[in-house]
């Protein structure tokens, strides 16, 4: 008999690991919700209508199709079974596909919905993406993502927010060394003027998004492919290593753009620096990165990269502006958002890396009752009661056992305290109130114990 197995580029999670998710998961939510977003849930498929067009020729690609259901080829044309055509045969024997992302849904639900809702709409969603990516270390093809977009407003006071939310989630998760990119379109535009790329942007902004992953010579290599000249090339990367400040960089592209779409782009970034400065918030993680490109190409304004410093894994978080995707879906009134995605299973990856999950993740009780005897345990059950309607998370050991294989029991767990009732601690109602981590014991009134944990 074969034995069972998961599809590649999908995990399991035991107990352990989803206590040090659901950390994860709490801190990125409250973060959401201290700055007005409302929870959002979209289904895990969408009609391929819906998915397709909105990634980019390489996100198509990378889309799971959903057979449709029933016999799927009964009413196929034969010419196009003999064709051999992926994308002839995908368009017939397959409606629906399960979500790249959250963006795309969200816009969905925003033009189905807009009678509905209030503008500026805030929202956050935290749910599975699928992309059939080859597996690798910090890419799966199954992974969560927890999403917050505003849409219905062009205020960069939007962009200035996403920054400090990425900060206070940072911050919440222990990561220190971390930082922020930040670009914008705008710029990228510009830079495609100044090297007279008119017409070839996209092939730019594919190939510059390469850069950390192939190099100068592997992007050389690629934009020399698309009909690049090679002293527009040395230009383009003349401009992408400008160095010093945030505000040196923006001084020397101002001289250097002469178009209208660089200059805008680089008064955008001026305008979200100087909010940030007047809200008081700490720029000292946030760096204007000429060469981020993003390679979704429903970005149109400020572009977002989160990246920990000295682990190997890439960006943990990503978005920007977009002021055209719900007219993809025929809204006749055009709709600006920007948004901001964690990759949950990246930062999971970095925190065990770096070590950084608090114990307290990986408990599932704060206390364990023990007991020598039958009648020991039916005397724990008010135990327990008593301590859960204190609010505290409590379990009773449910077998007959010796002490020791309780204790152990509770070791496994990481449960840190543990009462142990026998007939003494039933007569006199001092219970044996026992501190697993420290090894120490003593006595005490169920009331106090309560006290005790409370104080913890």
Same mark, same amino acid.
């Given at each position: 008999?074969?034995?069972?197995?998961?599809?590649?580029?999908?995990?399991?999670?035991?107990?352990?690991?989803?206590?040090?998710? #659901?950390?994860?998961?709490?801190?990125?939510?409250?973060?959401?919700?201290?700055?007005?977003?409302?929870?959002?849930?979209?289904?895990? /498929?969408?009609?391929?209508?819906?998915?397709?067009?909105?990634? =980019?020729?390489?996100?198509?690609?990378?889309?799971?199709?959903?057979?449709?259901?029933?016999?799927?080829?009964?009413?196929?044309?034969?010419?196009?079974?003999?064709?051999?055509?992926?994308?002839?045969?995908?368009?017939?024997?397959?409606?629906?596909?399960?979500?790249? @992302?959250?963006?795309?849904?969200?816009? &969905?639900?925003?033009?189905?919905?807009?009678?509905?809702?209030?503008?500026?709409?805030? &929202?956050?969603? /935290?749910?599975?993406?699928?992309?059939?990516? &080859?597996?690798?270390?910090?890419?799966?093809?199954?992974?969560? #993502?927890?999403?917050?977009?505003?849409?219905?407003?062009?205020?960069?006071?939007?962009?200035?927010?996403?920054?400090?939310?990425?900060?206070?989630? /940072?911050?919440?998760?222990? *990561?220190?060394?971390?930082?922020?990119?930040?670009? !914008?379109?705008?710029?990228?535009?510009?830079?495609?003027?100044?090297?007279?790329?008119? =017409?070839?942007?996209?092939?730019?902004?594919?190939?510059? @998004?390469?850069?950390?992953?192939?190099?100068?010579?592997?992007?050389?290599?690629?934009?020399?492919?698309?009909?690049?000249?090679?002293?527009?090339?040395?230009?383009?990367? +003349?401009?992408?290593?400008?160095?010093?400040?945030?505000?040196?960089?923006?001084?020397?592209?101002?001289?250097?753009?002469?178009?209208?779409?660089?200059?805008?782009?680089?008064?955008?970034?001026?305008?979200?620096?100087?909010?940030?400065?007047?809200?008081?918030?700490? #720029?000292? !993680?946030?760096?204007?990165?000429? %060469?981020?490109? &993003?390679?979704?190409?429903?970005? +149109? =304004?400020?572009?977002?990269?989160?990246?920990?410093?000295?682990?190997?894994?890439?960006?943990?978080?990503?978005? =920007?502006?977009?002021?055209?995707?719900?007219? %993809?879906?025929? @809204?006749?009134?055009?709709?600006?958002?920007?948004?901001?995605?964690?990759?949950?299973?990246?930062?999971?990856?970095?925190?065990?890396?770096?070590?950084?999950?608090?114990?307290? +993740?990986?408990?599932?009780?704060?206390?364990?009752?023990?007991?020598?005897?039958?009648? %020991?345990?039916?005397?724990?059950?008010?135990?327990?009661? #008593?301590?859960?309607?204190?609010?505290?998370?409590?379990?009773?050991?449910?077998?007959?056992?010796?002490?020791?294989?309780?204790?152990?029991?509770?070791?496994?767990?990481?449960?840190?305290?543990?009462?142990?009732?026998?007939?003494?601690?039933?007569?006199?109602?001092?219970?044996?109130?026992?501190?697993?981590?420290?090894?120490?014991?003593?006595?005490?009134?169920?009331?106090? *114990?309560?006290?005790?944990?409370?104080?913890?």
């Amino acid at each position: 008999m074969e034995k069972p197995s998961i599809p590649k580029g999908t995990r399991d999670f035991g107990p352990m690991a989803m206590g040090k998710r #659901q950390f994860i998961f709490n801190t990125i939510r409250a973060v959401y919700q201290k700055y007005g977003f409302q929870p959002l849930e979209t289904p895990s /498929m969408e009609n391929l209508s819906v998915l397709t067009g909105k990634y =980019g020729e390489e996100g198509d690609q990378l889309l799971f199709k959903i057979l449709n259901s029933g016999d799927f080829l009964k009413d196929v044309d034969s010419s196009k079974l003999e064709a051999r055509n992926s994308k002839q045969l995908t368009s017939a024997i397959a409606e629906k596909g399960l979500r790249y @992302d959250l963006t795309v849904p969200f816009a &969905r639900y925003v033009v189905m919905n807009r009678h509905e809702i209030a503008f500026p709409f805030k &929202r956050y969603q /935290m749910q599975p993406v699928w992309r059939a990516d &080859r597996p690798q270390k910090g890419r799966y093809r199954e992974f969560y #993502q927890c999403d917050a977009d505003v849409v219905g407003t062009t205020s960069l006071l939007c962009e200035a927010e996403i920054v400090m939310m990425i900060r206070e989630v /940072m911050k919440g998760l222990g *990561i220190q060394d971390f930082t922020i990119k930040i670009n !914008h379109r705008g710029v990228l535009k510009g830079i495609a003027d100044t090297i007279e790329a008119t =017409g070839k942007e996209t092939a730019l902004y594919v190939a510059i @998004d390469k850069l950390d992953k192939i190099g100068r010579e592997g992007v050389s290599k690629e934009l020399s492919e698309a009909g690049f000249a090679p002293d527009k090339i040395d230009l383009l990367f +003349t401009i992408l290593s400008t160095a010093g400040s945030n505000e040196a960089k923006l001084e020397t592209l101002r001289k250097l753009f002469q178009s209208t779409n660089g200059q805008q782009g680089l008064a955008d970034l001026q305008s979200v620096f100087t909010l940030l400065q007047e809200a008081g918030s700490d #720029q000292s !993680h946030l760096e204007f990165d000429i %060469s981020l490109a &993003r390679g979704l190409s429903y970005y +149109t =304004g400020c572009i977002f990269e989160v990246k920990i410093n000295n682990v190997a894994i890439g960006s943990v978080s990503g978005g =920007g502006r977009y002021d055209n995707l719900t007219q %993809s879906f025929g @809204d006749k009134e055009s709709l600006s958002g920007v948004g901001i995605s964690f990759g949950v299973d990246r930062i999971y990856d970095v925190m065990e890396e770096l070590q950084l999950f608090p114990k307290a +993740t990986q408990r599932s009780s704060t206390v364990l009752i023990c007991h020598l005897d039958a009648e %020991s345990m039916r005397y724990g059950l008010k135990t327990l009661t #008593q301590l859960r309607s204190a609010g505290i998370a409590t379990e009773l050991y449910p077998d007959e056992s010796k002490l020791k294989k309780q204790l152990d029991y509770a070791n496994k767990k990481m449960i840190p305290f543990t009462i142990v009732i026998g007939e003494e601690e039933r007569n006199n109602g001092l219970l044996a109130f026992k501190n697993m981590e420290a090894g120490t014991q003593e006595k005490m009134k169920l009331e106090a *114990i309560i006290q005790a944990l409370k104080a913890q």
